[in-house]
């Protein structure tokens, strides 16, 4: 991090970390029993509706046929579980190990079914990795094809323990217009790109609203920003989403747009995101199988560097 | 500690079970919790009653012995849905306190994006304008948005003589974020174990010099974040931010109670982005949902501050680092903080009376 150091003489004292550093390339997270590919859904900024991008992708991806999963990862503020109406407790199976709920054909996992709406939790260091360890690893997960992680906004904690943990196929990253969620969107980016995660798309939301009284096109926030980043950062731009009047009223009763409003705008927007987000997916796993054929043969020629010297003699 | 008296501003719940207490005692012949001064306080907040137990005088055997015990008889009192039993909040700080600041406010919100920042920043705005000296202290280590919203860029200079860093001035305002220190594009990757040595050190070394009021604008959450930034400082209250959906609500209801826990008082409850006037018709819009914050400040029984429509006018000034634009009397923005400027004056002028000059009306304030 030595650009971090040119910037401030008191750098030194501080001590930031190299993220590169924190995952050592012999470390590779163990795939999870079940679970096919894992998409994260995150923000740099607070409140740029990931967990709505979440829980309406997760709904069109399984309207597309897929079998879809959803994780709460954001344990400070938990939303995925009154999104998608999951209110009651979580399930156990017979050896009493925890099951995902079903709501809207989607598996859904969120710390909020297993505390009480008012239970303050200060979530230090060790309790996030071992919470977050059990919600992927030791719940039985129904297969699926792929499951979406609502991510709380930032770079800390959560973040790092589950690029670290956990296999993670890619990223999406969800920012509003402003240059104020922007600019974190940024380095939202960039933790993913030091990690070499690949970023899916930015999807930028909130981008507008067409007044149900009188039609009128409004921008909330002033706009160009997220264009730019992800022209900047070389990131697929997957365009907007607009403010939807009902948003707000169907998220806050448990009912994703795309179901509630299945021939919506709104809806029909997340179905081509669903779209795109398969088509990045599949990319994703052609290049991983073209890389394990490279490093397949890489392996064959560290394997005659080492025979070479010994056959010499 | 005095002992509780249940005549004293109870309500018939909480009395309901002070008697309840009083009958009980972890020796035959001992004395009751309330004489033992076992029990510290109760407090009923919604439908929840919670216990406070006093660790002085119990060891941690017998608080888990009360908190099982206690709760299946307290429950049956008329009123009381769930009952909590826990260890009397701590002060996390210690009364640790920056040299030269006299009162430190904390603007949180379990929720993202409820518009903390932007609020702390309208209202520093405000107060400086009533010749309080204020500072900001941007405690979003992940999303710091004191640059943008001031326009205000590093360096950030040392003091040479004790080596701590100077705030940036912006707009008459004292100033410190992490933004300052880091590149724009620079992701910030703090463990946790790291959170709490390097913020701690963040938060101490700026050297504030002489300020009536430190805002503390915090990340949303509960956080180890949040607990560092406590640690460093007292924080003399909270003010809480929520937009006006329940999705927003279920988050805040969390981070209230993260500082009842830690013993931080709540100053009151801002409601924010409640409604959106339409730039054709006029027609105000609910688009994040409407009444929320009302509800919850009287559930909780605190009080709401204000209920503050969206103003895109004010989401252009924060993005152009212009706000003091907006806090003009007579603007929309200024109109509608005034009642938290106020009450927050109120209270920093009952603590300093030298203030109370200086803080009369702000809407005859010279702006
Ligand atoms: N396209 C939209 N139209 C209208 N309202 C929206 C839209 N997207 C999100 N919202 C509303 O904005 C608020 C924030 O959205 P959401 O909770 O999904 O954000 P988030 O990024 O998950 O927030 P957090 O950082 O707190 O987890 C919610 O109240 C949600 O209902
Ligand atoms: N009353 C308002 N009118 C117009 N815009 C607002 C208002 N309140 C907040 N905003 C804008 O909404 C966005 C979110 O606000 P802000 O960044 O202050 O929220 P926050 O709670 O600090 O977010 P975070 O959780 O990411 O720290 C910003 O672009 C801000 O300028
Ligand atoms: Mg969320
Ligand atoms: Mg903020």
């Known amino acids: 991090?030595?650009?971090?150091?040119?910037?401030?003489?008191?750098?030194?004292?501080?001590?930031?970390?190299?993220?590169?550093?924190?995952?050592?390339?012999?470390?590779?997270?163990?795939?999870?029993?079940?679970?096919?590919?894992?998409?994260?859904?995150?923000?740099?900024?607070?409140?740029?509706?990931?967990?709505?991008v979440t829980v309406n992708l997760a709904v069109s991806l399984r309207n597309q046929g897929l079998r879809v999963g959803v994780l709460d990862a954001d344990l400070y503020g938990p939303s995925i579980a009154r999104m998608f109406g999951a209110s009651e407790g979580l399930k156990t199976d017979d050896r009493g190990i925890a099951q995902p709920t079903e709501c809207h054909g989607v598996f859904v996992l969120s710390v909020a079914s297993v505390m009480p709406p008012e239970a303050a939790l200060v979530w230090k260091g060790p309790l996030v990795t071992q919470t977050l360890t059990q919600m992927f690893r030791e719940v039985q997960w129904p297969e699926v094809d792929v499951l979406l992680v609502d991510l709380p906004p930032g770079t800390g904690d959560i973040q790092l323990t589950i690029l670290e943990q956990f296999p993670i196929c890619g990223a999406l990253v969800v920012t509003t217009?402003?240059?104020?969620?922007?600019?974190?969107?940024?380095?939202?980016?960039?933790?993913?790109?030091?990690?070499?995660?690949?970023?899916?798309?930015?999807?930028?939301?909130?981008?507008?609203?067409?007044?149900?009284?009188?039609?009128?096109?409004?921008?909330?926030?002033?706009?160009?920003?997220?264009?730019?980043?992800?022209?900047?950062?070389?990131?697929?731009?997957?365009?907007?989403?607009?403010?939807?009047?009902?948003?707000?009223?169907?998220?806050?009763?448990?009912?994703?747009?795309?179901?509630?409003?299945?021939?919506?705008?709104?809806?029909?927007?997340?179905?081509?995101?669903?779209?795109?987000?398969?088509?990045?997916?599949?990319?994703?796993?052609?290049?991983?199988?073209?890389?394990?054929?490279?490093?397949?043969?890489?392996?064959?020629?560290?394997?005659t560097d080492f025979w070479e010297p010994l056959l010499d003699e | 500690m005095p002992l509780i008296d249940p005549n004293s501003g109870y309500n018939t719940a909480e009395r309901h079970a002070l008697d309840i207490l009083s009958r009980m005692s972890l020796q035959p012949e001992g004395a009751d919790l309330i004489h033992a001064r076992q029990v510290h306080d109760i407090a009923l907040t919604g439908e929840v009653m919670r216990v406070f137990l006093n660790t002085d005088t119990l060891d941690e055997a017998q608080q888990e012995m009360l908190a099982e015990s206690l709760a299946p008889l307290l429950k049956d009192i008329p009123g009381v849905e769930r009952v909590i039993v826990k260890p009397r909040p701590q002060a996390v700080s210690g009364g640790r306190r920056i040299a030269g600041v006299k009162r430190v406010v904390a603007v949180h919100s379990g929720k993202g994006g409820v518009g903390k920042s932007t609020l702390t920043a309208q209202l520093a705005l405000m107060l400086a304008h009533l010749g309080i000296k204020v500072g900001?202290?941007?405690?979003?280590?992940?999303?710091?948005?004191?640059?943008?919203?001031?326009?205000?860029?590093?360096?950030?200079?040392?003091?040479?003589?004790?080596?701590?860093?100077?705030?940036?001035?912006?707009?008459?305002?004292?100033?410190?974020?992490?933004?300052?220190?880091?590149?724009?594009?620079?992701?910030?990757?703090?463990r946790g174990s790291l959170v709490d040595e390097g913020l701690s050190q963040f938060f101490?070394?700026?050297d504030w010099g002489e300020l009536d009021l430190l805002l503390v604008d915090l990340p949303p959450g509960t956080s180890d974040v949040h607990l560092a930034a406590?640690?460093?400082?007292?924080?003399?209250?909270?003010?809480?931010?929520?937009?006006?959906?329940?999705?927003?609500?279920d988050d805040v209801r969390r981070g209230m109670e993260m500082f009842a826990d830690l013993a931080v008082p709540c100053i009151g409850l801002i409601e924010n982005m409640a409604g959106v006037a339409c730039a054709g018709c006029r027609q105000v819009n609910h688009l994040f949902g409407e009444l929320g914050g009302g509800s919850l400040a009287q559930e909780i029984g605190v009080p709401l501050l204000a209920t503050i429509p969206f103003y895109p006018a004010v989401a252009a000034a924060a993005d152009s680092g212009t706000l003091n634009t907006q806090i003009q009397p007579g603007r929309d923005a200024f109109q509608a903080l005034l009642p938290v400027v106020e009450r927050l004056c109120g209270n920093i002028a009952g603590v300093f009376p030298e203030l109370r000059q200086r803080s009369h009306h702000p809407s005859e304030a010279q702006l």
């Open chain 2, 204 to 206: 101490t070394d700026v």
């Open chain 1, 177 to 303: 217009p402003q240059r104020l969620a922007v600019t974190d969107a940024r380095r939202a980016v960039s933790m993913f790109h030091e990690l070499d995660i690949p970023v899916f798309g930015l999807i930028e939301n909130m981008d507008g609203y067409l007044c149900p009284c009188c039609g009128e096109h409004q921008q909330l926030f002033p706009s160009g920003a997220a264009k730019q980043l992800a022209s900047d950062r070389s990131v697929a731009y997957l365009g907007g989403i607009a403010i939807d009047p009902d948003a707000q009223a169907l998220a806050d009763s448990g009912q994703p747009m795309v179901t509630a409003q299945a021939g919506g705008v709104t809806a029909s927007r997340f179905n081509e995101l669903a779209d795109q987000l398969t088509s990045a997916v599949l990319k994703e796993q052609k290049y991983r199988a073209f890389q394990a054929r490279e490093s397949d043969h890489s392996n064959d020629t560290s394997h």
């Open chain 2, 230 to 249: 406590l640690r460093t400082n007292e924080f003399d209250g909270v003010i809480t931010v929520t937009a006006p959906g329940q999705v927003s609500l």
């Open chain 2, 136 to 190: 900001i202290l941007d405690a979003d280590i992940y999303g710091p948005s004191l640059p943008i919203l001031f326009g205000a860029h590093g360096p950030v200079q040392q003091n040479p003589d004790n080596q701590k860093m100077t705030p940036l001035v912006a707009q008459g305002i004292r100033l410190m974020s992490l933004g300052f220190l880091l590149p724009d594009d620079q992701a910030l990757v703090w």
């Open chain 1, 1 to 52: 991090m030595s650009e971090c150091k040119s910037t401030s003489r008191n750098s030194q004292q501080i001590p930031l970390t190299n993220i590169a550093d924190s995952q050592t390339q012999d470390n590779i997270p163990q795939p999870i029993e079940g679970i096919g590919e894992i998409v994260l859904v995150a923000s740099g900024k607070g409140g740029v509706g990931k967990s709505t």
